[in-house]
C-alpha cells in the first residue's frame, strides 16, 4: 500500500485544519490506518487510530476531543480533522496503514507502510 499526505499549512492557534491520507495499491488489504506526528527534536508519537472496516477509532489523550479521524473507504483515504489547533500541535504529520490486528496500534512497529509527512504548524 502506497499512503499520500496532504492538507498540512501554516495557520493561527483556535484554528482548524484537515488532512488527508489516500492510499493506493492493494487498498482492499487495509486493516487499520493510524496518525502520528513528529515534532522538532521529539520522537515521532501516536495521534489517531482508525480500524477500516468497522471505524473504531483511538485517539492519544493529548488530542482527544480537538482530533478527529475518520475514512472515506469508496475514496480510500483516511482523514484527521484538527480543531482548536495549539502551538504545541506543531509537527510533521504521518500516515501509516497496516494489513492485520496489531495491539501496537500506538506504536511504529504497528504499521506496515507510512505516507511521507506533511508539516503542520500553528503559530500563536
Known amino acids: 500500500v502506497q499512503l499520500q499526505a496532504s492538507g498540512g499549512g501554516t495557520v493561527q492557534a483556535g484554528d482548524s485544519l484537515r488532512l488527508s491520507c489516500a492510499a493506493s495499491?492493494?487498498?482492499?488489504?487495509?486493516?487499520?490506518m493510524g496518525w502520528f506526528r513528529q515534532a522538532p527534536g521529539k520522537e515521532r508519537e501516536f495521534v489517531a487510530y482508525?480500524?477500516?472496516?468497522?471505524?473504531?477509532?483511538f485517539y492519544a489523550d493529548s488530542v482527544k476531543g480537538r482530533l478527529f479521524i475518520s475514512r472515506d473507504n469508496a475514496k480510500n483515504t483516511a482523514y484527521l480533522q484538527m480543531n482548536s489547533l495549539k502551538p504545541e500541535d506543531t509537527a510533521v504529520y504521518y500516515c501509516a496503514a497496516t494489513g492485520r490486528y496489531s495491539g501496537a496500534y500506538d506504536s511504529d512497529r504497528g504499521y506496515d507502510s507510512w505516507g511521507q509527512g506533511t508539516q503542520v504548524t500553528v503559530s500563536s
Open positions: 495499491g492493494r487498498t482492499l488489504s487495509i486493516y487499520a
Open positions: 482508525i480500524r477500516w472496516n468497522s471505524g473504531f477509532t
